[in-house]
């Protein structure tokens, strides 16, 4: 992995780094070889061939099929580079590894705010341990926001009333800027913050000092409590057998079968459609009698029971 700053990029600060500037690299150098060759014929050209004053002497010749062949092939090839190159950086940096550690990441006019495993929550500073993969769940709560670490080369936008996420992995311990690269209101500029990457028995210091001990929930907790008070718990057991509903022991991760043949895969944005728009996915073999929850549940309430059946495994 090359690490080292360049005039163009900081120094790389994450595993997908390395090779997210190889792609950058490589579009920059190909299309700068590319530029000089084009523009250095064509001034080759009009000084060899200019006007002299005799009339007539212009080459008939119009095509080269030999030529044309070269000029089609060879950037045909080096754009197929360019995307396969693309691709690939692209699937390693939205597969998230199994074993990642998950942080929940909420955006909103104008900060950043994080809740860890063990109902830990910090503003404006994101703290990861180093040499381990970090999942980000996110949200908005009003405008759409981006997450951006140039240091990490990852971005992505946050929404309101939908998750999205990304990984990433920093093997060093350091600190890392972190902005909102998406236009959100009058104080974008300064919606930034800081990654703090610290060596893991540090993270689990700081872990333990900053769980909410007594007052606060973590979002499992919370998630457990809501089941039994929104009344989710009347439908939906979670010993593993059917009710009015499908239980919710051992479903995140699994494909379902919907009314209607189709299939769904039991994610974070599934359960949160079917808690506010329950009649839209319904699972094949149950009535479509489930209320929506749309306004009877905080953001936080849906992320919560989203931990909270994400808990139920098997
Ligand atoms: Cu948040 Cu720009």
């Given at each position: ?13 994450s595993?997908i ?76 940096l939205f597969?998230v590894?199994?074993?990642a550690?998950?942080?929940?990441v ?28 970090v999942k980000l769940l996110m ?7 981006s997450f951006f670490v140039?240091?990490f080369r990852i971005k992505q936008d946050v ?5 999205s996420m990304i990984w990433f ?146």
């Amino acid at each position: 992995m090359d690490t080292t700053a360049s005039i163009f990029m900081p120094p790389g600060g994450s595993t997908i780094a390395g090779e997210i500037d190889a792609v950058f690299n490589y579009i920059l150098y190909a299309s700068t070889i590319v530029f000089a060759i084009v523009v250095f014929s064509m001034i080759f050209f009009i000084a060899k061939y200019r006007r002299r004053g005799k009339a007539g002497l212009t080459s008939s010749m119009d095509h080269n099929i030999g030529l044309e062949i070269i000029w089609t092939v060879i950037p045909t090839i080096l754009v197929a580079i360019a995307f396969f190159m693309g691709f690939n950086a692209y699937l390693k940096l939205f597969v998230v590894p199994k074993d990642a550690l998950e942080v929940k990441v909420t955006a909103q006019k104008w900060f950043w705010s994080f809740e860890y495993p063990e109902g830990a929550t910090s503003i404006n500073e994101l703290v990861v341990p180093s040499g381990k993969a970090v999942k980000l769940l996110m949200s908005s709560k009003d405008v759409i926001h981006s997450f951006f670490v140039p240091d990490f080369r990852i971005k992505q936008d946050v929404l309101p009333n939908r998750y999205s996420m990304i990984w990433f992995e920093a093997p060093n311990v350091g600190e890392h800027n972190l902005f909102c690269a998406e236009y959100c209101g009058t104080k974008h500029s300064e919606m930034i913050g800081k990654v703090k990457v610290l060596p893991e028995r540090e993270y689990n210091d700081w872990l333990e000092a900053n769980s909410t001990v007594g007052e606060g929930m973590s979002l499992e907790d919370l998630g457990a409590k809501l089941y039994v008070s929104r009344a989710c718990v009347t439908c939906h057991n979670i010993d593993g057998k059917a009710g009015n509903g499908p239980s919710f022991r051992g479903i995140f991760g699994e494909p379902v079968k919907l009314v209607g043949g189709s299939q769904a895969m039991v994610d974070e944005n599934y359960i949160r459609k079917s808690i506010l728009v329950p009649q839209a996915d319904v699972v094949a073999g149950y009535q479509n009698i489930m209320p929506t929850y749309q306004g009877l549940l905080k953001e936080r309430d849906v992320d919560a029971l989203v931990a909270y059946i994400k808990s139920l495994k098997k």
